[in-house]
């Protein structure tokens, strides 16, 4: 999260402390309590998103390297070598593999994207995921 959304949130949390008249000490804290749980379960959001675009890198280069196999067998081929057959085929069916699982990973992360979005506290008795799309 950038240094002005974090000031956009901050700022609209001083404005609802400082205009605020909180009855008791117990409200302010319930309200506090409801702004550090929706910003701690965007930072998991955000965290899980991270994990699966790590996890999709890691597939790429299996995959880089299953191609890289596949060509050397081919290679081998060409230049009159013994390649058993069934080696090219696990060759095939791992880069099959790695692609789906890509495939799968990718869909996750296109599925979980969420816009930049921006806690503000509204009013006394409101609190807002605000999204900004920049």
Known sequence: ???NKFENMFS?????????????FDE?????????????????EKLELSKKK???LDVKSKLSTAYENLGKLQY?????????????ERAVESIKA????LSVI???????????EVVE??????????????
Do not use: H, Q, Y
Not at 76 to 88: A, K, M, P
Not at 106 to 116: A, H, Q, Y
Not at 122 to 131: A, F, G, K, L, N
């Open 28 to 44: 302010m804290l319930l309200k506090t309590r409801k702004v550090a749980e929706t910003v701690s379960k965007k930072s998991l």
């Open 54 to 56: 790590i996890e999709a």
């Open 98 to 101: 790695l692609k789906f699982k």
């Open 1 to 3: 999260m950038s240094k």
């Open 106 to 116: 990718n869909d996750e992360i296109n599925s979980s994207k969420t816009s930049n």
């Open 121 to 134: 506290v509204v009013s006394d008795d409101e609190i807002e995921i605000i999204s900004s799309d920049e």
């Open 12 to 24: 609209g949390l001083d404005n609802a402390f400082n205009n605020a008249k909180f009855e008791d």
């Open 76 to 88: 081998s081929v060409i230049d009159g070598e013994s390649v058993d057959d069934d080696e090219i």
